[in-house]
């Protein structure tokens, strides 16, 4: 059985190591670590130095530090913590006027059983001709938050395609491929991507990120198809702990089928536009 007090000392060290494997400088703000991208890529975020909760917590104080340092350097104003291993920081957050979004982080049972392979999924090698579609889907499908059935669809795809900024995340995701840092699988059908995901692998665990569905292909079971994938290629190549964090209880309960299990709750905190 999944437990908390075994599990999520485990996923500290994840939250910690990933950055650092993921090029970014790491810069010390006493209970706080500012994780600075320093290649192309998505921008990182502050969250709890190792150790952070047992020695004191965090104050309003230690907040407006990383924030005062975040806009100096024109990067997003953003925290990111699990709750119940930090609970100090919710409240230094919400008082340095930060919003705060809660989302189940849950992780696989590994006795669950694994369903079989979805016919249009699979995993992309650096080379796949469907790549660039590939790492463009979910920018659409965040772009239209929810579960609901939405009107971007291929036809937008194909525009989404064309803007440079997809070529640009087509080259980082294949480099990350190449060497190992992700993995990516899709469903296809028909030669369009409907849905696509990743997971990070940092030694034996693996987070699955950024799972995401045309929003006129949802309500396919496809994101649950990709995340089989992951799953299964992830364990295949040696990942003892897999985790996620769900969008919200709803997709909690999804992933559920997968043989996820909740063991806390995954905090965001930014600035509000």
């Not at 437990?3 to 650092?20: F, I, K, M, N, Q």
């Not at 965040?142 to 971007?152: I, K, L, M, S």
């Amino acid at each position: 059985m999944i437990t908390s007090s075994d599990v999520l000392p485990e996923l500290e060290r994840y939250y910690d190591t990933a950055p650092r494997a993921g090029g970014a400088r790491a810069e010390d703000f006493g209970p706080l670590t500012l994780f600075v991208q320093e290649s192309d890529g998505w921008p990182y975020y502050a969250r709890p130095a190792l150790g952070a909760a047992s020695a004191g917590g965090v104050s309003v104080a230690d907040v407006e530090r990383v924030l005062a340092r975040q806009r100096e350097l024109r990067i997003p104003e953003a925290f990111e913590w699990v709750a119940e291993t930090t609970p100090s920081l919710r409240a230094a957050a919400e008082a340095a006027g930060l919003t705060v979004h809660a989302h189940p982080l849950m992780v696989l049972d590994p006795a669950a059983v694994r369903p079989p392979a979805h016919p249009d999924v699979r995993v992309f090698g650096a080379a796949d001709p469907l790549l660039r579609p590939a790492v463009t889907v979910p920018m659409l499908a965040f772009a239209a938050p929810g579960t609901a059935v939405g009107e971007a669809g291929p036809a937008e795809l194909a525009i989404a395609e064309q803007d440079p900024a997809s070529e640009g995340r087509r080259l980082r995701v294949a480099g990350m491929i190449e060497s190992g840092r992700t993995a990516l699988a899709a469903a296809v059908r028909d030669g369009v991507v409907l849905c696509s995901g990743q997971y990070i692998p940092v030694g034996d665990v693996a987070e699955v990120v950024g799972v995401g569905t045309l929003p006129s292909a949802r309500r396919q079971g496809l994101a649950l198809a990709v995340t089989a994938a992951l799953v299964a290629d992830a364990l295949a190549r040696g990942a003892r702990t897999v985790f996620l964090s769900a969008g919200d209880e709803d997709v909690a309960r999804l992933y559920t089928r997968l043989g996820f299990r909740s063991v806390g709750t995954a905090l965001i905190a930014d600035r509000p536009l």
